[in-house]
């Protein structure tokens, strides 16, 4: 026979873990309305003019990535203990620091290196002596409408002589 005490410690613990559920789930979702959680796929799929389909597949997989980390993380922690977890982190926290400025030096390089060699090349929207772009846009797709604007309108067609001579502005 179960007493009463016992009784009400066992709703407690359910209602404290359906409390927690609740709080996590509620701090997952406005989680994700962080700009910088969602204005990197926004840009990136503009960028490449990805569809909808392909924007939300990547977003979806990267999600999932973002949340299994963390999952494996919590569990570390778990069976770790959380003071190995903290040595950890105290440890990362100190080389975070080198490790930027390592990251920070070698995209310098790179940025330098490439700035500085002789690779010349054209980008398509460029014209060469008013012709044809110099190299045409890959296939099936359109430039952008910034350099669809740029691009001169279709040429009228030539007009009959007469009306040529009527309207030259030499005297």
């Known amino acids: 026979m179960q007493s009463v005490g016992a009784g009400r410690s066992s709703i407690i613990i359910i209602a404290a873990r359906g409390a927690l559920m609740f ?36 977003t979806m997989l990267c999600g999932f990535g973002h949340v299994t980390v963390s999952a ?18 105290a440890r990362l926290e100190r080389q975070a620091t080198f490790l930027l400025i390592a990251f920070g030096f070698v995209y310098l390089i790179w940025g330098l290196r490439r700035s500085f ?31 669809r604007a740029a691009e001169p309108a279709a040429e009228q067609p030539a007009r009959p002589p007469a009306l040529r001579e009527e309207t030259s502005l030499t005297t």
């Open 117 to 147: 060699s002789r690779h010349t090349h054209r980008h398509w929207h460029t014209r060469s002596a008013g012709g044809p772009p110099a190299v045409p846009p890959a296939a099936g797709r359109r430039p952008s409408r910034r350099n």
């Open 72 to 89: 494996v993380l919590a569990i570390l922690v778990a069976f770790a203990g959380l003071e190995v977890l903290e040595h950890l982190g």
């Open 23 to 58: 709080a996590a789930a509620t701090v997952g979702a406005l989680h994700t309305l962080a700009p910088d959680h969602w204005v990197p796929f926004a840009a990136l799929a503009r960028a490449n003019k990805w569809s909808v389909r392909q924007t939300a597949r990547t």
